[in-house]
């Protein structure tokens, strides 16, 4: 009998106590965890291009971005060109984030005096938690005018001369934290190329990455291997490194390359400087976001009666 | 015999009791500014689904805030926060564990507003600090709201702000918390 009691006030403390210390130590695990969520892998590149080329991050819905391209001429003319700045090729463009997933954006550049727009499309994003996918693929299409005056005015010229377009896949992962890589088959045709020899349709590959450095400064590489219609010792494969560095609203991309060109046709097609012959350039991109309206409020079901507001009254 | 059966009652109203002591919430409310005046615009944000558990009868008090679910008007605002001050991804939670200091001045069985006393420890952004604030414990129809405004020092948890916004961003982020609780089953 004194035994059973025994084990009973045991059984009792123990009990008691357990749950007590439990108590103290973590109310926290008493309320059920969520079921984990599928969430969408944010922030892969500071911007919506890896430097020349769309990278896999895109703008936030109801936002714009006012982009000022600048491109200096090559380094290698030392001082009497003041090292390129005595010459310069830009573009101005405006970016608009549509959904998630959805963006257009428009440009002008002097080079040519080419205008070009392009829309972009990510069906699949990458993202952890049930029903994840490993990578973003994005699709993008865009088109460019040439706006200058005919070369020869002489012979008929037909509008569509001026146009050309690329398509676009971006398949791209965000590694870790600091590093994204992403891949970008390309395919740009010409309405209309110099000569008869040369193809209609240029089929490209492009590499892009990042590589955190600090929390707001990034290293920056974008490579697109053209695979026909370089021109042996005139056209070269356009190679760009820099840095992003991001001061509060604006995102500044500053870099080295030997491209010219701000648009898809003009940077894989028209590519005439050489990195062998040390003539890349310094450039910059100068990004600066708007929000252009309110953050859509997620419609979540609000506990019935509020009971905050009919106490304040 | 009897006070087999006695202890074993016990068991079973220790259980009971505990059981019915406790509120929590997972839609608790937390709102901070860290606006300054010359800030071009309101530096704020809001995350509605804090995760607070109370226990009446100790006065334990314990909140669990996702830093990825603070709400900005502005996008580029939300990407700063979550990339380049709290980190997100490396310190996804904000913990404070700690207590009503003064929980026997609380009647949770009768509905009024309660002036308190909350004492504890915080982290963020993988900084632990004591935090004491007074805050309010409201009981209304067998809920309860707990609610209270405290000001946190940025740099007290590491979160640095770089010298080109120094002014525009606050280093005191004022913080506004407030929890409706549901007894915890």
């Keep these: 009998m004194k035994k059973l009691h025994l084990a009973a006030t045991c059984l009792f403390i123990f009990l008691f106590s357990s749950q007590q210390s439990l108590a103290q130590d973590d109310l926290l695990s008493l309320v059920a965890k969520d079921k984990p969520k599928k969430e969408r892998i944010k922030y892969a590149f500071k911007s919506p291009r890896v430097i020349n080329g769309h990278s896999m991050e895109f703008l936030n819905p109801r936002t714009m971005d006012f982009r000022i391209l600048h491109r200096f001429g090559p380094l290698d003319q030392g001082y009497k ?21 959805l963006m257009v954006g428009i440009g002008r550049s002097n080079y040519k005096k080419e205008v070009d727009g392009y829309i972009k499309f990510a069906p699949v994003r990458q993202s952890t938690g049930p029903g994840s996918f490993p990578v973003t693929i994005a699709l993008v299409s865009g088109m460019t005018l040439n706006t200058s005056p005919w070369e020869d005015p002489a012979k008929q010229n037909f509008y569509t001369s001026r146009l050309a377009y690329y398509f676009q896949t ?35 590959l492009g590499a892009g990455a990042r590589m955190k450095v600090s929390k707001r400064v990034a290293i920056t590489v974008d490579y697109f291997h053209n695979f026909n219609g370089l021109e042996e010792g005139v056209t070269f494969d356009p190679i760009s490194v820099g840095f992003d560095i991001e001061t509060g609203g604006h995102v500044f991309q500053l870099h080295f390359s030997n491209a010219t060109g701000m648009n898809e046709r003009a940077f894989i097609m028209e590519t005439t400087n050489d990195w062998a012959k040390k003539q890349m350039r310094f450039g910059f991109n100068l990004s600066r976001v708007f929000q252009l309206g309110k953050k859509k409020e997620k419609k979540k079901a609000e506990p019935k009666g509020n009971i905050i507001t009919i106490i304040n009254k | 015999m009897k006070k087999i059966i006695i202890s074993l009652a016990l068991v079973v109203l220790a259980c009971q009791s505990q059981a019915q002591d406790k509120y929590f919430t997972k839609t608790g409310k937390i709102y901070f500014d860290a606006t300054t005046p010359a800030s071009p615009e309101k530096i ?19 909140f669990s805030v996702l830093m990825k679910g603070f709400e900005f008007e502005r ?60 805050g309010k414990i409201t009981i209304k129809g067998g809920k309860i709201i707990a609610s209270a405004a405290f000001a946190i020092v940025l740099a007290d948890y590491n979160v640095s702000i770089p010298t080109l916004v120094s002014d525009k961003v606050s280093k005191n982020a004022s913080i506004t918390v407030e929890c409706v609780m549901e007894p915890l089953k």
């Design chain 1, 170 to 204: 971006i398949i791209g992962r965000k590694f870790s934290e600091s590093f994204t890589f992403q891949l970008s088959p390309t395919l740009v045709h010409l309405n209309i190329v110099p000569l008869q020899t040369q193809s209609n349709d240029i089929y490209a």
């Design chain 1, 81 to 101: 060109n003041f090292f390129g700045f005595d010459q310069a090729n830009m573009r101005m463009g405006l970016d608009f984030g549509i959904f998630h997933n």
């Design chain 2, 44 to 62: 704020e944000g809001t995350n509605k689904s804090v995760t607070c558990v109370i226990d009446s009868k100790t006065g334990n008090l314990q």
């Design chain 2, 75 to 134: 996008a580029l605002m939300e990407e700063h926060f979550n990339e380049n001050y709290v980190e997100s991804s490396k310190y996804p939670k904000t913990e404070f564990r700690g207590q009503v200091t003064d929980n026997s001045t609380v009647n949770y069985h009768a509905d009024g507003v309660y002036p308190v006393k909350v004492k504890g420890k915080m982290n963020l952004h993988g900084v632990s600090k004591d935090v004491e604030t007074s």
